[in-house]
Each structure stands twice: as C-alpha cells, then as structure tokens.
C-alpha cells in the first residue's frame, strides 16, 4: 500500500467510524496519569518510563484488534509499508496526528517518527527539578502501544523516543526498530 | 509618558494568596512592593462588589485609582482567581482629568480573557500543583510568566494588544 | 441450514471460546464407521477411533455415547483448520487462506485475522459461504465485547477462555437470527440478497 493510499484509508477511517472525544478530556486523563506516576514512584522517571510504556503495551495488545476491525487492513507487505500504516493510518485514526516517517537505516528495519504535534502533551510544561528534563519520556505510552500492537500482528519491535520538544529537543522524535518477525507459534505437541 | 501602559499584573488565588506578580517594567524595582500593596488592597474592592454582582460577569472595571496617575483594574473568574491589572496613566502629577479617564470601559476585556487563558494553560500542566511547588505557592513556570510579560507589554490602549492568546478549548478532537 | 458449533482459536494456538448449537445430535460426526465412509475428509481421531472398529461407540476412550468431549473436538478442529492453512500457504503463497471445506456431512468455515485469531464456524453442506458472518463476529461481538472490555484478559493461558456474557449472547442472537426456519422461504432469499450487500440483517417472525 502506497503512502498516499494510506492516507486516504487514515483520512476516511477517521471520517467515518471513529466516536470522537474531547482533546483536552485525553490531554488531562494522560496527563494525570504521567503525574500520579511521578508522585507514586517519588521522581523516579526511568521507572515511570518504564510503567507508562508497559501500560501502552497493554493498550497496544488491544488497540490492534480495533484498528483491524476498524481499518479492515490486511498484512502489510514489508516493513516499510508497517511504517506508513502506523503513521498515516494508526495514528490518524487514534489521535488524529500523522506524524512523518523518516530516516530509514538501509537495511530497512529502523526508522523514525517525527511528531510535529503531540496531542498528549498539550499544556505541559516538565517539573523543573534538573532531573525530568533529562530522563523522563513524558509520551513514552505511545512506544508501548506501538510494540504491543506490532507483536499482535508478528513484529517484535523496540521503540523509544530520542527527542522531545517538552525536553527542549528541537523536534519529539521516535524511533522504532524491528527487532524480529515473530513465527506462528505451533500447537503444544500431543502425547 | 503619555499613553497609559500596564504597569503591574497580578494573579490572586481563590485564598486570596499572591499567584503571580508581575511589575513592567520587569527589572526588580522599589515599585514592585508598592504593587504588592496596591493589589492586596484590591482584594477588599473584590470581597465588597462580590454580593452585588448576580450576572456572574467577571468583570470588575475599574477598582480604584491613586493618584491620578495608577489605576487598579479587577477580573474575577468563576473558580475564585482574581486577576488584577494595574493601568499607568501616563499622566503624571498634573496631567489632569483628561489623563484619568485614559482607559474606556471594558477596554481590558482582551488583556483579562488572554490572561485567563494562560492561566487555564498553566493548571492544565499536569504537573502544576496549586500552592505548591514552594515559596508560597507562586507560580514558577516559566511559560507562564512568559505569557504574562507578552501580554503586559504588548497592551496599548485602543490597540487591542494582549490578545491572541490561543484559546483553550478550541482545538480539534481526537478519537 | 444448520449452525453446530463454533470456535475461537488465539495466537497461541489456545481454544478461547467454544460454542456448540446442536450439541447432543451433531449428524456431521458419524455415529457409526459406516458413515465415516461417506465423508472425504476423515478426521484424524476418526482414523484412530475406527481402528476400534463397529464398537466405537462402546469402547471410544474419551467421550460418553461415542462422542468426543468438547475440548478434544476444538483439538481436532484446531488440528484440521492449521494444517490446511500452512498447506494452503506453502502452496499458493502467504496471503493466501482457504475460506471453506465441505465434507459429505459439514462445512467448515474459516477466518482468520492479522492477529492470528482464528475463527470457525461448522454448519450442515448446504450452507452458502460465511466467512463475511465471522468476519461479522470478529468485528461487531469479539472487538467491541471482548477486546474493549479491560477486565477480559487478553492472553488465556491455561485455557481460561472468554467469559463475556455480552459476546456470549450476542453471539447467540446473531447465530439465531441467521439460521432461517426451514418453511420460510422467502426470508431465505433475502438472506442471500442482504448478504450480497455485507449485512446480514434477517427477522424470523
């Protein structure tokens, strides 16, 4: 499936068959969501990273069978069409962003997403405590989404981010690798 | 010293507790305790109109004057956040009645409603914490005050300035 | 047109969900080894069963009355649908995936998503193909009542299976609805009309 393709099926999946919600309603719940973390773990970010992404994971094992039945997509070719599908179709649909898809490795297996708007991080500014600057991931749900969404449908895959604007990074970049295709698993032998 | 600028802005919590306090210009100046005076006294101001406003207009006007030379502008928000906007007049001791009349009704309206909206940004943080964050729970971000400075000094008289601060709760929806 | 069961199988080759309409008179599996000659397709346990020749009935290991217990039937299901899907691919590439088979006393339907979610349906030989039916179940019952539902776990280890009362009644009024009654001819032809359109959207009165 082509980029452009990609974007119509986003464009007129989100049009249609998707129950819109308040932004700030999702921008407030996942921003106190980030918060009590921070408060339940006393300022300890590379744990709260770590509890958003497997909270995201969670929601990826999920959030995949909806965006199927939704999107009524069928396997994606390679890994670059996975990319194209996540960006102008998944995250079209779930939060109507399309961030871009850039900076493919050569062996296309790596690339990034670049996120130009961020819905869930609207109005936040980072506790200004020299710390949460440099280790908290305020979005990293978003890679756990992603990672338990692409096992679902046999990519074992690594995302992180590498920059935040919140963080005072030029751009909030993500970046996924594939880690491996995962092989249908075989019934549990009999006698 | 002729056209009437902002020369103080303040943000009072619902406890009556200092927000923020803003003087223009920014540089730390004697005149800083002067408007900290000058705001507390609004407060009285806002306790003894309170009963007589039923319209729930958050609109204060103007709250007193001094001198022919300061005036105290107020705005109430629903949730109890004053919101104090000192106007110099730029007449100086004798500029007379002409320099006291300087800012027509209602004419803050934009400066009031930008500085609401920044403060509907600052407690959307997720990481704001009302009277916390120490030093008596003044407001430490520094978007915040940065808003705060832009729209203080952007304000002129008749120019509408101060505004165009993007409105919460204008966005698009996500699914 | 008879519905008899229905399965869902996960990723991890686990039977989620079992659902059996025509539970105690299933004419599909033959009562006797006579009948096991009729059919094409002999299922595996068939071939062991009826090494135990006409008596199967008396001496069949597992089940009461010749018959299987639910969960070796879902083994056996599960046996057929993954054979013949890795057959089908070897054969004619990975996108591909067969959509039915038929035997002299069934039919097996086949659905499978990207997930690795296997769904199946068996009816009677008559039945017209229903894959767009499951597709039907995965979409409307298994995503909106089982999926979103945050207290339905998403991995079944050791067989738990889904226990949505929703789904589970959903599913039945669904399957109900699509299984005309036999005098009702004219509401057969609608079915296949409205089937042609992707609903499936049919009133017994």
Same mark, same amino acid.
């Given at each position: 499936m082509?980029?452009?393709?990609?974007?119509?099926?986003?464009?007129?999946? !989100?049009?249609?068959?998707?129950?819109?919600? +308040?932004?700030?309603?999702?921008? @407030?719940?996942?921003?106190?969501?980030?918060?009590? @973390?921070?408060?339940?773990?006393?300022?300890?970010?590379?744990?709260? +990273?770590?509890?958003?992404?497997?909270?995201?994971?969670?929601?990826?094992?999920?959030?995949?069978?909806?965006?199927? %039945?939704?999107?009524?997509?069928?396997?994606?070719?390679?890994?670059?069409?996975?990319?194209?599908?996540? %960006?102008?179709?998944?995250?079209?649909?779930?939060?109507?962003?399309?961030?871009?898809?850039?900076? !493919?490795?050569?062996? +296309?297996?790596q690339f990034s997403l670049i996120f130009e708007e961020n819905p869930l991080a609207d109005f936040v500014e980072l506790p200004d405590d020299g710390r949460a600057q440099n280790e908290l991931w305020y979005s990293n749900m978003l890679c756990g989404v992603l990672r338990g969404a692409l096992e679902m449908v046999q990519m074992q895959v690594d995302a992180h981010f590498v920059g935040d604007i919140l963080r005072g990074n030029e751009v909030t970049e993500m970046r996924v690798t594939l880690v491996r295709i995962i092989d249908d698993e075989l019934p549990p032998g009999e006698d | 010293m002729s056209t009437p600028r902002i020369a103080c802005i303040a943000l009072i919590s619902r406890n009556n507790s200092p927000l923020h306090l803003h003087p223009f210009p920014s540089s730390p100046s004697p005149a800083t305790l002067k408007y900290h005076f000058l705001t507390h006294a609004t407060l009285d101001v806002f306790a003894a109109r309170l009963p007589l406003k039923f319209n729930g207009d958050s609109d204060f006007g103007l709250l007193y004057s001094i001198d022919e030379e300061l005036a105290a502008y107020g705005w109430l928000t629903n949730t109890g956040v004053k919101i104090v906007v000192i106007i110099d007049l730029g007449g100086g001791g004798g500029g007379g009645s002409a320099a006291g009349l300087g800012v027509k009704d209602g004419e803050l309206k934009g400066v009031f409603r930008a500085l609401q909206t920044a403060y509907i940004r600052l407690v959307c943080n997720p990481f704001y914490e009302e009277g916390g964050g120490g030093a008596g729970g003044v407001v430490r971000s520094r978007r915040f005050v940065e808003e705060v400075r832009r729209i203080g000094e952007g304000w002129a008289p008749g120019g509408g300035g101060g505004a165009g601060a993007g409105a919460v709760g204008e966005r698009g929806v996500v699914g | 047109m008879t519905i008899y069961s229905f399965y869902i199988f996960d990723r991890h080759c686990e039977c989620i969900y079992v659902k059996q309409w025509h539970q105690r008179d299933r004419s599909f599996r033959p009562t006797s080894s006579a009948s096991t000659v009729d059919s094409p397709v002999t299922l595996s346990s068939d071939q062991r069963s009826s090494t135990s020749s006409k008596l199967q009935n008396d001496v069949h290991p597992t089940g009461r009355g010749g018959r299987l217990s639910v969960q070796d039937d879902a083994k056996l299901v599960f046996g057929v649908v993954f054979s013949l899907r890795n057959m089908v691919r070897k054969l004619s590439g990975p996108d591909d995936s067969f959509i039915s088979y038929r035997t002299g006393s069934y039919k097996l339907h086949y659905y499978e998503t990207a997930t690795n979610l296997k769904f199946v349906l068996l009816t009677d030989v008559k039945m017209n193909n229903l894959k767009v039916v499951l597709h039907q179940i995965y979409v409307n019952l298994y995503v909106e009542f089982v999926t979103k539902n945050p207290l339905s776990p998403i991995e079944h280890p050791g067989g738990e299976g889904v226990a949505v009362e929703l789904f589970e009644m959903g599913l039945d009024s669904f399957i109900v609805n699509l299984r005309p009654h036999p005098p009702l001819r004219r509401i057969q032809t609608n079915l296949v009309l409205n089937r042609e359109q992707y609903r499936i959207d049919i009133k017994v009165s």
């Open positions: 082509s980029a452009t393709k990609a974007a119509r099926v986003g464009e007129d999946v !989100w049009k249609t068959r998707i129950d819109k919600v +308040n932004a700030e309603l999702v921008t @407030l719940t996942y921003g106190s969501i980030v918060a009590q @973390l921070c408060r339940d773990f006393e300022g300890d970010y590379l744990e709260v +990273n770590k509890q958003l992404e497997k909270m995201g994971y969670n929601i990826g094992l999920r959030l995949i069978e909806d965006f199927l %039945a939704k999107t009524n997509m069928g396997k994606c070719a390679n890994f670059r069409e996975t990319a194209e599908t996540i %960006a102008k179709v998944g995250f079209k649909v779930f939060l109507n962003i399309t961030p871009t898809v850039t900076n !493919w490795t050569t062996d +296309n297996k | - | -």
